[in-house]
Structures are given as C-alpha cells and as structure tokens.
C-alpha cells in the first residue's frame, strides 16, 4: 500500500511509495530538493542537490523552492500534502 513520505527540505508529504525504497532519489514536486539519501545532516553538502539541507531549507523560506533557478518546476503544496493531513 503506498504511502506518503515528507521532503526533508519543505516538510509537505509530496514523496509517494510502499517503502523507503521507491522514493529514492525522488523530487519533490513543491521545493524540487531532491530526496538525497546519503545526505541527512542539515549542514552536509548534497551533491544531488548542490546545496546543504539547511540551504535548502532556507532558499525555500524565502523563494518557495529549493534553488531559485529551479522555480518553473515547483507547484503549491496539494491537501492531502500538508503535515497536518499525514499525522
């Protein structure tokens, strides 16, 4: 049964799979981070991603994206994504 996974960088539930392993690798849809499996400190450089985590995470803050030259490939979070619907 598929279930949602939260993007480590914008925190929606946009990852879908039966386990861990068919997300590997995935983009998420809404901040484009790329789900980096060997990368899950916060101040690690991501080679998938060219970033940190907490770059990331910070360019999301103030950009809705990961990367802003990423920003044509992003959309707004859906409700069945929001944290609050993946309790």
């Known amino acids: 049964m598929e279930q949602r996974y939260q993007c480590r960088c914008c925190g929606y539930f946009t990852l879908v799979g039966e386990t861990n392993e068919d997300i590997l690798w995935d983009i998420c ?7 980096d499996i060997f990368e899950d400190v916060s101040d690690r ?3 998938a991603n060219h970033m ?3 770059q990331g995470r ?3 803050k103030n950009y ?3 990367d802003p030259k ?8 859906q409700k069945e994504e929001l944290p609050e619907n993946n309790k």
């Open 52 to 54: 940190t985590l907490a």
């Open 45 to 47: 450089y991501s080679q």
């Open 70 to 77: 990423h920003s044509s490939y992003v959309r707004i979070p």
């Open 64 to 66: 809705s994206v990961c």
């Open 29 to 35: 849809p809404v901040c484009f981070w790329e789900n």
């Open 58 to 60: 910070e360019n999301y």
